[in-house]
């Protein structure tokens, strides 16, 4: 999958899902409220980090559903946004997008905008300061997905993974789960 597309898809309207809308296997995945990175580290032997985008970017980078997540205040109109792949076995698995107020980067923090290709995922469960205000499971350019908001010392980050077709989410499909409201992906 080309950086372009990755770009696309998280930047994509995330629409929310209801427990009944997949089956329960596929729903576990979606509101798995520890680490994913540990999750998919248990289906392979290598799961590395590619950064397609990373860098302080303004409040006109955020979509309006992320502007209306993590703005809030005057003070944030600079943002570090992230934007990664994640490769198991050299298959890309995940779209991450994180978005973080410029204001949350004080302190230990400040770490956050140098992980290169360190997953998030083993920064984020380190830390004993880590709080989720929310965990939605969702679709994103017919994908399933997930968005969290996340609390590092009562700081905000706005996390949006979506899950691509070569991740173990997808062979649950093939097992008789039902996408219910999956649309193709378009392209």
């Known amino acids: 999958m080309q950086d372009l597309s990755v770009q696309r898809l998280l930047t994509d309207q995330f629409r929310a899902l209801n427990e009944s809308d997949c089956a329960p296997d596929i729903y576990s995945w979606l509101v798995d409220e520890t680490s994913m990175t540990a999750r998919l580290e248990a289906y392979c032997q290598k799961l590395e980090v590619t950064i397609v985008k990373e860098g302080f970017f303004s409040e006109h980078a955020l979509t309006p559903q992320e502007h209306a997540l993590v703005v809030g205040h005057p003070e944030n109109t600079q943002f570090w946004l992230r934007e990664v792949q994640l490769l198991a076995d050299g298959e890309p698995w995940l779209a991450g997008r994180t978005v973080i107020p410029e204001s949350s980067l004080q302190g230990p923090e400040a770490s956050l905008m140098a992980l290169g290709t360190r997953p998030l995922g083993h920064y984020l469960f380190q830390s004993s300061s880590l709080c989720r205000d929310f965990l939605s499971p969702g679709t994103m350019s017919g994908l399933w997905a997930r968005r969290s908001l996340l609390r590092l010392a009562n700081k905000p980050l706005l996390l949006t993974e979506i899950f691509l077709p070569a ?5 649950l499909l093939a097992k008789g789960s039902l ?7 378009q392209k």
């Open 179 to 185: 996408p219910c409201i999956l649309q193709p992906l």
């Open 167 to 171: 991740s173990p989410l997808y062979p």
